[in-house]
């Protein structure tokens, strides 16, 4: 009987919480996001963020979810006012 190989599994509280602003849309719903440290990412809208249809825009400041193995790429979680 083969046994699969245990995976480590990323939780919530292992995400890097960054904030920044969008500088640019590009298109179904990645953005690029100049953040505060100085640190471009591109960014996806959550799925909480399209299921009730919070639109971002550029020059909107946002809460990016980002995993500490790539750096480049994460989610938004959160626009701010």
């Known amino acids: 009987m083969k046994r699969h190989a245990e995976r480590s599994v990323l939780s919530?509280?292992?995400?890097?919480?960054?904030?920044g602003v969008v500088t640019r849309v590009l298109g179904g719903?990645?953005?690029?996001?100049?953040?505060?440290n100085d640190v471009t990412v591109r960014g996806v809208l959550s799925g909480r963020m399209k299921k009730h249809r919070i639109k971002v825009i550029k020059g909107d400041?946002?809460?990016v979810s980002v995993?500490?193995?790539?750096?480049?790429h994460g989610i938004i979680t959160l626009r701010m006012k």
């Open 29 to 36: 719903g990645t953005m690029e996001i100049q953040c505060d």
């Open 12 to 19: 919530r509280q292992d995400l890097i919480q960054l904030e």
């Open 61 to 63: 400041r946002v809460q």
């Open 67 to 72: 995993s500490p193995y790539d750096t480049s």
